[in-house]
């Protein structure tokens, strides 16, 4: 259970403070100036309300908009949602975020017919990611595209839950055309957003921050949108694929880097929650947590992970997480080749009432129908023994009937 909120006053106004400001001190603003003294102190040990009175009284208010939703307001809103079904969602004709999102490859057609399958299987939310630099290259644009995006979504009764940024996969994205895709080989174009060259530079904080404010802001009141997936398995490091690219420092990074976007999208003041999903590890209890799991669990409105693994364990992990008295959502799962299926775990999620968003709807240039390994030993001229990923095919044929009937049954579309 999380403690409740300390209300602190500052020259006479009043700002609520939330329990993680006191631990994110040491992985906040570590950038920036003068502040820095502070945090070095209070990680060689200051008492904690001391480092939080001397970090206020430099930035008076820091914390006033970090306040997260209380448990009765998470499940309050959680009360309102249906049975929240869906996957992780790029339409076919996009290798990665850049291409879904620029301008000349903007695909609505496509993704109208895209969610028009999923709708008619039950499903009523997807996960989608956005991009920094998309958001860079053309802000108007892309938050107009963003907009036509949902307004598609509504038509078809789903609500979007999007991701801000994504610590997987390629650290080098570049804006413009993207490449092809790699033959045989999964998500062999997707880009990590911030990627490393943005990751490592001080001076590119304002941006980054500029994106998350106005995107967030933008969308803040927008009752189409289920909520913000704030950062994508923040201390991924790739292993397998460009981990050899990644800074060796990047976890560090990141951990100074994902309170202060808690904080910016909490500035913004969105109507919908906030979360970051944990993704791996045991956190079954809270002396277990590493430091990126207690951000990602302290700061989060509604609680999320990942269980690509079988129906046992994504059970085991959603009885970790209740601790919380929070909603769940697992914002990721179904890798068939790695046993863990809709018939294992979507049940499972009915039961718990917990959000089961899978990964990939249609199978397309993503290539997310292979699987993991196929960057060790790509599948040219060979199909796997089963699909990894996707519900469906380019030309909306259900991979599995079977799949599909479960779906349509546990959302109520039988």
């Excluded at 089961?356 to 993503?366: C, D, E, R, S």
């Excluded at 095919?393 to 009937?401: F, I, N, Q």
């Amino acid at each position: 259970m999380r403690k409740k909120n300390r209300s602190r006053k500052n020259k006479g106004r009043s700002f609520v403070v939330s329990p993680t400001c006191f631990s994110k001190i040491a992985w906040e603003l570590v950038y920036e100036g003068e502040k820095k003294s502070v945090i070095r102190r209070s990680a060689a040990g200051l008492p904690a309300i001391t480092a939080l009175l001397l970090w206020a009284s430099i930035v008076p208010n820091a914390c006033a908009q970090t306040a997260y939703w209380t448990t009765q307001k998470a499940n309050d809103w959680y009360r309102t949602q249906p049975f929240l079904v869906g996957s992780n969602f790029i339409p076919a004709t996009a290798i990665n975020q850049l291409e879904m999102w620029q301008a000349e490859t903007f695909d609505p057609q496509r993704i109208d017919l895209e969610l028009g399958w999923a709708e008619r299987i039950g499903m009523n939310t997807m996960r989608v990611f956005l991009h920094d630099l998309a958001y860079q290259q053309d802000r108007q644009g892309f938050n107009r595209r963003l907009d036509q995006f949902v307004t598609i979504a509504e038509r078809h009764h789903i609500r979007p839950l999007l991701v801000v940024f994504d610590s997987c996969w390629d650290p080098f994205p570049t804006v413009g055309k993207q490449h092809s895709p790699v033959p045989g080989v999964h998500n062999s174009g997707w880009v990590q957003s911030p990627g490393a060259i943005a990751l490592q530079d001080p001076a590119q904080r304002p941006r980054l921050e500029e994106y998350v404010k106005g995107v967030v802001g933008a969308f803040k009141n927008d009752k189409r949108i289920l909520g913000w997936d704030v950062w994508n398995e923040p201390d991924n490091t790739n292993g397998g694929s460009y981990n050899a690219s990644e800074p060796v420092n990047k976890v560090e990074l990141v951990l100074a880097l994902l309170p202060q976007v808690f904080r910016w999208a909490r500035a913004a003041n969105p109507s919908q929650p906030l979360t970051s999903g944990v993704w791996k590890g045991d956190y079954s209890s809270d002396d277990k947590l590493d430091a990126m799991q207690r951000i990602q669990l302290e700061q989060s409105d509604v609680i999320s992970f990942h269980s690509y693994d079988d129906g046992g364990e994504f059970e085991k992990r959603i009885l970790w997480l209740m601790r919380y008295n929070r909603p769940i959502l697992c914002t990721e799962y179904m890798a068939r080749g790695n046993k863990s299926t809709f018939q294992g775990s979507l049940p499972i999620a009915k039961k718990y009432n917990v959000a089961a968003i899978n990964w990939g709807l249609v199978a397309g240039k993503t290539q997310t129908f292979l699987p993991w390994d196929s960057w060790q030993k790509p599948y040219v001229g060979r199909d796997p023994e089963v699909w990894f990923h996707e519900v469906f095919r380019p030309d909306g044929t259900p991979y599995k009937a079977d799949e599909v009937e479960l779906i349509k049954r546990l959302t109520g579309k039988l």
